[in-house]
């Protein structure tokens, strides 16, 4: 094979790049889709919403398309019907609202909303199936409603790039016929709750982690509401997200996918099988499980009979003592001169000063990555494992100074505390300000981000 | 009496990672508000605030008796039965 001349490579570059272009223009193009930001400014009077012309029947292509569902009796044609009337909103467009997109798209749901206040990142691929490469750093919003518009022309999607709060949720939600709770944190999930139940809509309801996962459906046909079944807030200790606990990528696939068939059953005029049931999903053991939930609790809040909910005034983040994010909040519960930046840590060891390092994160975590010469004592073993800290402290000559580091720099200040109170002898037990997170974007670019 | 429990949502996690469980309860353990201290004190290590607050489950965990929400069946008064299973589910927020 002949080398190719430098204008031969000029040429095909230049190609190169304009097919490059050609292929941008087409996905920027298909942002057609309305990026609704200013949906809000809106009035929530009812006569604003921009209102969709309902068929009266399904045209002759509809009735191509939607040819598998027509030929079901229990679908039919009135069923198929209410659902390219209906509107939906979707909640998160991550793990769950993925699939549950995708399949509102293709069953022809006239009008579907997105709420996402988050930009699509690589780590969300492995199981955010909705989104691709080509639209990472694209809100996830508009990378959705890209999405459902190259499946389904038909229809209408819009995007909304922001939070939702208590003072967009009722106005938003009141445009929509179902909403899909797919969102990864319980003030949005109390916010949801308390604005379907205001505004009279159904709300189906997913969660997953790990290799489990929750669905069922709130607020309809005399079902119970998320309030009537949790009155009060989890701690927030005892909230783990996807984040941190991992998630293993079909088990939101299956959640999300039966959120959409229950939201299309109830649009098709079919009873959801889910409505004060719960299931629960063990994607380990395989176990497919339904539970009966309680009814309505007479003493709710929201929709018992003295309820006495009449807007969303509470502040559901100060409510549940966490963001509505799932996103790590940094603890600060150690005093500056108990901690060492990373710079400084770095330092120490270039310099090969003797040290103990404790990494705090599971074992899990680890295998990932982990500096030389650390010691893994995860969190939940360190009162087991103490003895194994005051070996390592006396291994070399005197008392070596301790530090703890772990993924962030929240775990391994607690591990200082602890550390603190059972040897307050020791002179040095100090926490790696912003854990391995921090080291790898102020000392080393090339460790790993999980 | 001989009891069933499970642990499920990541209530597992508090309990060395066991899902299932057969248990043998003393004699004096006949109802739901007399079994969750029982499980404090015998099976749970450490975290007990993570499982219960006062006499009840904390916030955020579903009981079921039998497959259906404890509330159904009268909660903390609920008188155990041999063989019954009893499930904790701490709910997801995960999405």
Redesign the interface.
Known sequence: MTAESPDATIERLLAENERLRQRLSAIEGLSGPRIDKTALDRSSSPNDTPTRKKKAKLSRNDIHRYSRHLLLPEISVEGQLGIVNSSMLVVGAGGLGSPACLYLASAGVGRIGVVDYDEVEVSNLQRQVIHDEERVGLSKSTSATIAMTRINSQIECIAYNYLLDRSTALDLIKQYDIVLDCSDNPPTRYLLNDACVLAGKPLVSGAALRFEGQLTVYNHHGSPCYRCVFPAPPPPETVTNCGDGGVFGPVTGIVGTIQALEALKIAAGVEPAYCGKLLMVDAMSGAFRTIRLRGKRKECVACGDGATLTGLETDYEMWCGMKANDKTQSLAVLKQEDRISVDAYNRVRVAKTPHVLIDTRPLVQTKICALDNSLNIPIDELESRLSEVEEAVHAGQGELPVYCICRRGNDSQLAVQHIRTKFPSLAVVKDVEGGLEAWRRKVDPEWPEY | MKLTLEF???MELLFQGT?KVSVTLPEKVTTVKTLLPWIRDSLLK?KP??FMQGDTV???V?V?IN???W??EGQLSYELQEGDTI?F???????
């Open positions: 499920t949502g990541g899902k450490s605030d993570m904390r916030p955020g579903l079921l497959d259906a929400d509330e159904l499930v589910i701490s709910t997801l927020h995960g999405g």
